[in-house]
């Protein structure tokens, strides 16, 4: 016998599959939805549906907006001769928040993976040497400090360096606050072949 | 500026609603929907909303279920003299599982918290008082064994002793495979109490 009612059990089958969400949060959530007032799931339901309908790629920069082009790169303020280049948009979002880059951005959504099969095709990288035709002055790589995002800055300098436009990488280092004591020693390395004058 | 399309930050809002989900886990669980195909969003958005039209109360038991009466309370091998008390559906589950208990449930969809402002009118005790009208033997508190849990559990047994029907308590202690040492005072001064002559 089924322990729960099968609609139940498609919800919390649907609410596992999301990512970070394990077993018995699925089963925690769904008893929260089938809890909460009528309108209120159909306010969520019709929340997802229209994000899914809506949003879409900006046409230029490839991060997920609902217009034609997103607002940053119809900012006549922003310097279109600086791209950054970010794996995602919560990427792209996290250095927004800085407020302190006024260039404009290139979203890859994902970076290149060997292990999980991932090919330079499987990114936006030829669109990224498209915008290139255009006046650009210094692409400025910004994927992760990760094996895959190392891989993919590397390979995407090499692509771009022919071009003879600029290439840079965001420094690796200590985070501001850390403690040296509990950074591994990748970055303690990173950190000292980047050192800067004083 | 907003930094994300105000669908996107509708989705981020409704997913950090839910219990457990940090804005950080909202955000990464709107951007994993959005890149979902579109059959799968609107699959997901259909359990919701199939979920919340099709669950109800059992009329006998109030777990949620489908149906008008719960499959447990349909069961005619399941012993009706014997009804387990429990805070929610999860829990009767968790007994369920153990496959040992043969009698028949009641979900209270809830602990009285004064805390919470949650009083014994805000779960459903009427409905079990009602029940023991029948001919029911014993009643066996499963609630928590959390302050809530034990308050309401205080509470039931005061409600039902002038009635004559038993009232037992599941028992505290140490959880099997428990290790003393990490085990605290309260439960090690509750399994003392509990002790059972070998």
């Given at each position: 016998m089924?322990l729960?009612s099968?609609?139940i059990?498609k919800?919390?089958?649907?609410?596992?599959g999301?990512?970070?969400?394990?077993?018995?949060?699925?089963?925690?959530?769904?008893?929260?939805?089938?809890?909460l007032?009528?309108?209120?799931?159909?306010?969520?339901?019709n929340?997802?549906?229209?994000?899914?309908?809506?949003?879409?790629?900006?046409?230029?920069?490839f991060?997920?907006?609902?217009?034609?082009?997103?607002?940053?790169?119809l900012?006549?303020?922003?310097?279109?001769?600086?791209?950054m280049?970010?794996?995602?948009?919560?990427?792209?979002t996290?250095?927004?928040?800085?407020?302190?880059?006024d260039?404009?951005y290139?979203?890859?959504?994902?970076?290149?993976?060997?292990?999980?099969?991932?090919?330079?095709?499987?990114i936006?990288?030829k669109?990224?040497?498209?915008?290139?035709?255009?006046?650009?002055?210094?692409?400025?790589i910004?994927?992760n400090?990760?094996?895959?995002?190392?891989?993919?800055?590397?390979?995407?300098s090499?692509l771009?360096?022919p071009t003879?436009?600029?290439?840079t990488?965001i420094?690796?280092?200590?985070?501001?606050?850390?403690d040296?004591?509990?950074?591994d020693?990748?970055?303690?390395?990173?950190?000292?072949?980047?050192?800067?004058?004083?």
């Amino acid at each position: 016998m089924d322990l729960y009612s099968g609609y139940i059990n498609k919800l919390i089958e649907e609410l596992a599959g999301l990512p970070g969400i394990g077993a018995k949060s699925a089963q925690r959530l769904a008893f929260h939805i089938i809890n909460l007032p009528k309108e209120r799931v159909e306010r969520f339901a019709n929340t997802m549906l229209e994000a899914k309908r809506n949003v879409r790629y900006c046409k230029c920069c490839f991060t997920l907006t609902d217009q034609e082009i997103c607002p940053i790169c119809l900012n006549e303020k922003r310097d279109r001769k600086t791209i950054m280049v970010v794996e995602n948009t919560r990427d792209l979002t996290a250095y927004e928040k800085t407020g302190k880059f006024d260039g404009v951005y290139h979203v890859l959504h994902g970076a290149i993976s060997p292990m999980l099969g991932i090919g330079p095709n499987d990114i936006k990288l030829k669109e990224l040497m498209q915008r290139l035709q255009e006046d650009v002055e210094e692409v400025i790589i910004a994927t992760n400090s990760s094996l895959e995002g190392e891989t993919t800055a590397m390979y995407i300098s090499k692509l771009i360096k022919p071009t003879g436009v600029k290439v840079t990488r965001i420094a690796s280092g200590v985070p501001v606050g850390g403690d040296l004591e509990y950074i591994d020693e990748v970055t303690l390395l990173r950190a000292l072949e980047g050192r800067v004058e004083l």
